[in-house]
């Protein structure tokens, strides 16, 4: 299972473009890329995945670089509620045999106004 | 659709003493995780099932944990019998198997005191 590494936290004022990026030297080739997010005295809440290349939805996109040894979480013009952690996953989906999670440290987001 | 519940939410006990904490995923998900966060620490996975099967238990810390899932739907964690180290938040998470993009859906934690 690939180990991630990520800041431990950053900082950030409400309406900037945050990018988080996480490091997964040895990620294999049938894992998927994962982020999620934790609020304190919550469960940790998916945003986004991707395999390769660049994912957007509607709160985030993940941009992939060609060597997968790396992913960036960018997420527009944050506001005082995205304040949290967030959590890089690196894993294969269920579809492929089975997740087999590891979270890390996470990143701690502060917003500030 | 309700989401991942568990219960309870926190449970107080002295040392020696036996917990059992319940998860209900989403239905219809046939995985099902359990992971625990100790005071500081990362948070660790400790097993999953498919159906009731369990699938992957590498992350159990010791034969005080016993974890089941009769019949594939809610699981059970039972500590006994608990020690202090064994406090912390206790996640379940689930997810459909064989299509989706492998979304964990987490319940909101049972946190677990022992005293």
């Known amino acids: 299972l690939a180990k991630t590494t990520q800041p431990i936290s950053m900082d950030s004022y409400e309406g900037q473009e945050v990018n988080i990026t996480c490091s997964h030297n040895?990620?294999?080739?049938?894992?998927?890329i994962t982020w999620y997010q934790q609020f304190p005295s919550q469960g940790p809440r998916f945003i986004i995945q991707?395999?390769?290349t660049k994912v957007t939805n509607e709160v985030a996109s993940l941009f992939i670089p060609a060597d997968r040894k790396s992913s960036t979480l960018s997420l527009p013009r944050v506001s005082l509620s995205d304040t949290a952690v967030y959590y890089c996953?690196?894993?294969?989906?269920?579809?492929?045999?089975?997740?087999?999670?590891?979270f890390g440290a996470g990143t701690r987001l502060f917003v500030k106004a | 659709e309700a989401g991942v519940t568990q219960f309870p939410s926190h449970s107080v006990i002295e040392k020696g003493q036996t917990v059992t904490l319940r998860c209900d995923p989403i239905?219809?998900?046939?995985?099902l995780y359990w992971y625990r966060r100790v005071m500081g620490k990362e948070i660790k996975f400790l097993l999953h099932?498919?159906?009731?099967?369990?699938?992957?238990e590498s992350g159990m810390p010791n034969n005080r944990f016993l974890a089941e899932r009769t019949g594939g739907t809610y699981s059970t964690l039972k500590v006994q019998p608990a020690e202090l180290e064994d406090s912390g938040v206790y996640f379940c998470?689930?997810?459909?198997?064989?299509?989706?993009?492998?979304?964990?859906?987490f319940g909101e934690g049972s946190r677990l005191t022992v005293l």
């Open positions: 998470a689930s997810s459909q198997d064989g299509r989706g993009t492998g979304e964990l859906f």
């Open positions: 040895n990620i294999a080739t049938n894992d998927y």
């Open positions: 991707g395999y390769k």
């Open positions: 996953l690196v894993g294969r989906t269920p579809n492929t045999g089975g997740f087999k999670t590891i």
């Open positions: 239905s219809g998900h046939d995985n």
């Open positions: 099932f498919v159906k009731e099967s369990k699938q992957d």
